[in-house]
C-alpha cells in the first residue's frame, strides 16, 4: 500500500509502505519483507485473532463508490467483497463484537458529502447499518472502545464536531461541538485509551494534541507543541502513547491528569480551502 496510508489494528493507526501499492508483511524480528499481497487498498484493518485482512477501496466523484475487501492473511484470498456505495474515508475493526466500521463520503470532490459511518458485520460481510453524521468534513479516521463498544467520529462542519455512537445500536449517545474552528481543516488522527476511557488527538494543520473524555466528549487536557504532530497511537501492552512528529517520536504515560484547556487555540488553525 502506498507509504502514506494507515494500518489499523484493533482501533490503534499504524504507518506502513510498499513501493509496488498492494499489501506489504513485514518480519518483527529484522523488518525484512515476508511477502506482497497485491491488492491496492487505501486502508487496511487486521484481525490477529482469526488472521483477517479487512481493506477498502474508494472511487470518487459525484456518485462516489467503494467496496471492502475481506482477504485470508494466510491463503492471500479475497473471501468477500463488500460494495459500499460510498467512498471509504477510513476502517476499524471491533473484535470483540466481530464488527467492522467504515468511515465515508455519499459523494467525493473537492470536498466529502454525505458523511457517514457503514456498520459492517465481520461475520457475515454484509452492511448491517449506516450512521449518518452532523458533518461533511470527515478528516478523521473513525475509532471503536471496544470494551465499550462505543465509536467515535469526528469532523469540521460549521463546527468541530466530536460525536460518539453505540457500535451494536447505531444510536446516538453524544456529539460535543468545539465552536468554529479551523483546527480540524487538515485532518489528524485519534487513538483511544480502554482502560482509562480516554482519547488522543492529534492535528495535521496545527501543533496541538488533545485529551478527551470518552464519556462526554468534553476536552480535559491541551498541549501546545513546537511541531506539527504526524500521528498518535497507544498501546496498551506498555500503558504509553506515541506521538510522532517530523523529526522526532514522543512517549507519554499512558494517564494523563486534567491539564491546560483554551478552546480559543482551536479557532486559529489554518483554513484549508
Not at 452532523?134 to 464536531?161: C, E, I, K, R, W
Request: charge should be negative; glycine fraction near 12%; hydrophobic fraction near 40%.
Amino acid at each position: 500500500m502506498d507509504s502514506d496510508k494507515p494500518i489499523n489494528r484493533g482501533g490503534s493507526i499504524r504507518r506502513a509502505g510498499s513501493a509496488e501499492g498492494g499489501i506489504i508483511e513485514i518480519s518483527s524480528a529484522n523488518d525484512s519483507t515476508l511477502r506482497e499481497l497485491p491488492f491496492p487498498v487505501e486502508w487496511l484493518s487486521v484481525d490477529s485473532d482469526t488472521g483477517m485482512l479487512y481493506g477498502t477501496v474508494g472511487v470518487g466523484g459525484e456518485n462516489a463508490s467503494g467496496y471492502l475487501l475481506a482477504i485470508n492473511e494466510h491463503t492471500g484470498k479475497v473471501i468477500a467483497n463488500t460494495s459500499l456505495a460510498a467512498y471509504p474515508l477510513s476502517v476499524t475493526l471491533d473484535a470483540k463484537d466481530d464488527m467492522l466500521y467504515v468511515g465515508a463520503c455519499q459523494q467525493i470532490a473537492l470536498a466529502c458529502g454525505g458523511a457517514e459511518v457503514l456498520m459492517v458485520n465481520g461475520t457475515t460481510n454484509e452492511i448491517q447499518g449506516r450512521v449518518l453524521l452532523p458533518f461533511d468534513g470527515l478528516n478523521f479516521p473513525v475509532v471503536v472502545d471496544q470494551t465499550t463498544g462505543t465509536v467515535y467520529a469526528m469532523g469540521l462542519g460549521s463546527n468541530l464536531t466530536f460525536l460518539a455512537f453505540n457500535g451494536r445500536t447505531g444510536g446516538v449517545e453524544f456529539t460535543s461541538n468545539y465552536g468554529g474552528s479551523c483546527a480540524g481543516a487538515g485532518g489528524g488522527a485519534i487513538s483511544v485509551n480502554e482502560q482509562t476511557d480516554q482519547l488522543y488527538v492529534s492535528f495535521d494543520s496545527q501543533p496541538l494534541f488533545l485529551v478527551l473524555n470518552g464519556a462526554n466528549g468534553q476536552i480535559t487536557s491541551m498541549f501546545s507543541t513546537q511541531n506539527d504532530i504526524q500521528d498518535v497511537v497507544f498501546s496498551p501492552v506498555t500503558n504509553q502513547i506515541y506521538v510522532t512528529m517530523s523529526t522526532s517520536l514522543v512517549v507519554l504515560p499512558g494517564s494523563l491528569e486534567t491539564h491546560y484547556v483554551n478552546y480559543g487555540l482551536l479557532s486559529e488553525g489554518l483554513c484549508l480551502p
